[in-house]
T-cell receptor
Framework: EAGVTQFPSHSVIEKGQTVTLRCDPI?????LYWYRRVMGKEIKFLLH????????ESGMPNNRFLAERTGGTYSTLKVQPAELEDSGVYFC??????????????FGPGTRLTVL | AQKITQTQPGMFVQEKEAVTLDCTYD???????LFWYKQPSSGEMIFLIY??????QNATEGRYSLNFQKARKSANLVISASQLGDSAMYFC???????????????FGQGTILTVHP
């Protein structure tokens, strides 16, 4: 079974440009999460999708960030326009009821975003 | 307010010895879950172990065990018989509400870098 995948693995853009990050969750996982780790800080929650609906977007920093999950499959996170403070590693995770009873989140490898 | 605190930025351990990584948490929700994740240098986050707030016994998964002290609000990870491959960043995280049936967000600590020496 394929894990959570994210594209691209690295992105370097200039301030003011637009970047779109993509996340493909584990097949069949209804829950999809975005997190961000800014350099030296802890990993912070951005938002949570259940299928195509935004369940919790309390962590989205501002309206320059737009997340979508069309058809309840893959998700995109667009940053427009990017600012220097947006640099960091963006993680995607997914979860679904399973046999473990923990509902643990399975994480992707992250996208490292650098805004110059 | 910081909800998850990992006070050890870095830890060193000799191969084959045990090591404890500290984690304290703060919540007013009586139902919560605590998770530990490992992040090797390759970047992916690997789930290690889970402890529910109502679990009577400390969780164990192979060489990993969780020293859960509810009154002290601590959930320390114990790695026994350390291996070179255990060298990584370790994150403690909490999910509030619903315990094992919740799908809510995780709140993470700052992480601890563990280095295992041969």
């Amino acid at each position: 079974e394929a894990g959570v995948t994210q594209f691209p693995s690295h992105s370097v853009i200039e301030k003011g440009q637009t970047v779109t990050l993509r996340c493909d969750p584990i097949s069949g996982h209804d829950n999809l999460y975005w997190y961000r780790r800014v350099m030296g800080k802890e990993i912070k929650f951005l938002l949570h999708f259940v299928k195509e609906s935004k369940q919790d977007e309390s962590g989205m920093p501002n309206n320059r960030f737009l997340a979508e999950r069309t058809g309840g499959t893959y998700s995109t996170l667009k940053v427009q326009p990017a600012e220097l403070e947006d640099s960091g590693v963006y993680f995607c995770a997914s979860s679904h009821p399973g046999t473990s009873g923990y509902n643990e989140q399975f994480f992707g490898p992250g996208t490292r975003l650098t805004v110059l | 307010a910081q909800k998850i605190t990992q006070t050890q930025p870095g830890m060193f351990v000799q191969e084959k010895e045990a090591v404890t990584l500290d984690c304290t948490y703060d919540t007013s929700d009586p139902s919560y879950g605590l998770f530990w994740y490992k992040q090797p240098s390759s970047g992916e986050m690997i789930f290690l172990i889970y402890q529910g707030s109502y679990d009577q016994q400390n969780a164990t998964e192979g060489r990993y065990s969780l020293n859960f002290q509810k009154a002290r609000k601590s959930a320390n990870l114990v790695i026994s018989a350390s291996q070179l491959g255990d060298s990584a960043m370790y994150f403690c995280a909490m999910r509030e509400g619903g315990g094992g049936t919740s799908y809510g967000k995780l709140t993470f600590g700052q992480g601890t870098i563990l280095t295992v020496h041969p």
